[in-house]
T-cell receptor
Framework: GQQLNQSPQSMFIQEGEDVSMNCTSSSIFNTWLWYKQDPGEGPVLLIALYKAGELTSNGRLTAQFGITRKDSFLNISASIPSDVGIYFCAGFNSGGSNYKLTFGKGTLLTVNP | GAGVSQSPRYKVAKRGQDVALRCDPISGHVSLFWYQQALGQGPEFLTYFQNEAQLDKSGLPSDRFFAERPEGSVSTLKIQRTQQEDSAVYLC???????????????FGEGSRLTVL
């Protein structure tokens, strides 16, 4: 099935550094979401974006919904060891009979203390 | 319960065996989803229930896959005559009502990891 293009695939950073990752799609979505998955766990929602151009923050996380509706980025500032995990973007078109999220392949983040 | 509960957490099956994976959604959650996550990939949609009604099963990869939610709470995903390509983590997610379904905000379980030998 379709998956979104996420980059980078993996990142190795030092504690305290800022991180940026992005996600692109060949098709338009009216909702973008960012989830985080820890090993052996299910994904957990971090941020949801519902409007093109929207910039939303959740603590040290900031995400933006691209103007074209085909992309989104996630920034993490001042990374800490517990930020380690896999970050997934997901696109969604609400309304009608569509219920499914389309996920990217994920960005694996490693933070060295 | 406090979260979405899935069992078994791990299942090893021989090729050709049937398996059943169970999902207990958050109490009162109307919407329930199954996703399949292959190694190194993001989750892929399998099917969606609203209460006991299966409204979308477009993601089920073959007729060997069958899901049910007879009383609108617990759901079972059954895979018949398992193949090696069925090896994956099967994630269940729930959502409290139609509003949160329309926002894409889902609560995922820990998943059931299926390995087919």
């Amino acid at each position: 099935g379709q998956q979104l293009n996420q980059s980078p695939q993996s990142m190795f950073i030092q504690e305290g550094e800022d991180v940026s990752m992005n996600c692109t799609s060949s098709s338009i979505f009216n909702t973008w979401l960012w989830y985080k998955q820890d090993p052996g766990e299910g994904p957990v929602l971090l941020i949801a974006l519902y409007k093109a151009g929207e910039l939303t923050s959740n603590g040290r996380l900031t995400a933006q919904f691209g103007i074209t509706r085909k992309d989104s980025f996630l920034n993490i500032s001042a990374s800490i060891p517990s930020d380690v995990g896999i970050y997934f973007c997901a696109g969604f078109n609400s309304g009608g009979s569509n219920y499914k999220l389309t996920f990217g392949k994920g960005t694996l983040l490693t933070v060295n203390p | 319960g406090a979260g979405v509960s899935q069992s078994p957490r791990y299942k090893v099956a021989k090729r050709g065996q049937d398996v059943a994976l169970r999902c207990d959604p958050i109490s009162g959650h109307v919407s329930l989803f199954w996703y399949q996550q292959a190694l190194g990939q993001g989750p892929e949609f399998l099917t969606y229930f609203q209460n006991e009604a299966q409204l979308d099963k477009s993601g089920l990869p073959s007729d060997r896959f069958f899901a049910e939610r007879p009383e609108g709470s617990v759901s079972t995903l059954k895979i018949q005559r398992t193949q090696q390509e069925d090896s994956a983590v099967y994630l269940c997610a729930s959502s409290s009502n139609l509003m949160t379904v329309n926002t894409g905000e889902l609560f995922f379980g820990e998943g059931s990891r299926l390995t087919v030998l």
